[in-house]
């Protein structure tokens, strides 16, 4: 298998622009997380869905953000309109049966920049 | 809600002995692990614990569990230049719900120095 695969690598956008980070999950995996990574605030977990369900938003830090998993090998984080605060590194990660330990298996991450 | 912390930054010399620290709240954390990310890169698993061990060696990596005092550690044995990175630890709880999600840590940007 590829691994978890993130698109774009990097994004660099202009406030007040929508942005659209997308993720496929590995194939069977029926847990996917968004997650971002800032100096500030390390790792904060944003969302995670279950069967392309989401099962938990509270990491999603305003109505700005939003995310929809349409099926089981695609998801996408949106952001309208982006703000330079929301600069980071944004990460999707995969897990379920099958996976051994329970691990989650992190893609290469979408460096978002926003000036 | 369950938290996991580990001290931001720790330097060691090349050939030394690196030991990474994780407190972690929850008591019914059923898998530990460390992920390992290099620069630019995503977050890997470099090992993992299961809470009912206190101890699991893996070539150069120790891991140290105290379940009582919810202690982690990471001992890397002759520390590398390729070892710089940042090591976050992570743990899962016992719930039915969620049941894949894990608490990380903020991680610990470790610096070799050669």
């Known amino acids: 298998d590829a691994g978890v695969i993130q698109s774009p690598r990097h994004e660099v956008t202009e406030m007040g622009q929508e942005v659209t980070l997308r993720c496929k999950p590995i194939?069977?995996?029926?847990?996917l997380f968004w997650y971002r990574q800032t100096m500030m605030r390390g790792l904060e977990l944003l969302i995670y869905?279950?069967?392309?369900?989401?099962?938990?938003d509270s990491g999603m830090p305003e109505d700005r953000f939003s995310a929809k998993m349409p099926n089981a090998s695609f998801s996408t984080l949106k952001i309208q309109p982006s703000e330079p605060r929301d600069s980071a590194v944004y990460f999707c990660?995969?897990?379920?049966?099958?996976?051994?330990?329970?691990?989650?298996?992190f893609g290469p991450g979408t460096r978002l920049t926003v000036t | 809600g369950e938290d996991v912390e580990q001290s931001l930054f720790l330097s060691v010399r090349e050939g030394d002995s690196s030991v990474i620290n994780c407190t972690y709240t929850?008591?019914?954390?059923?898998?530990l692990y460390w992920y390992k990310q290099e620069p630019g890169a995503g977050l890997q698993l470099l090992t993992y614990?299961?809470?009912?061990?206190d101890m699991k060696q893996d070539q150069r990596l120790t891991v140290l569990l105290n379940k009582k005092d919810k202690h982690l550690s990471l001992r890397i044995a002759d520390t590398q230049t390729g070892d710089s990175a940042i090591y976050f630890c992570?743990?899962?709880?016992?719930?039915?719900?969620?049941?894949?999600?894990?608490?990380f840590g903020k991680g610990t940007k470790l610096s070799v120095i050669p």
């Open positions: 990660a995969s897990s379920g049966p099958g996976t051994g330990m329970d691990e989650q298996y």
């Open positions: 194939s069977g995996h029926d847990y």
């Open positions: 869905f279950n069967n392309n369900v989401p099962i938990d």
């Open positions: 929850d008591s019914s954390s059923t898998y």
């Open positions: 614990i299961f809470s009912n061990m």
């Open positions: 992570a743990e899962k709880g016992n719930s039915g719900a969620g049941s894949y999600q894990l608490t």
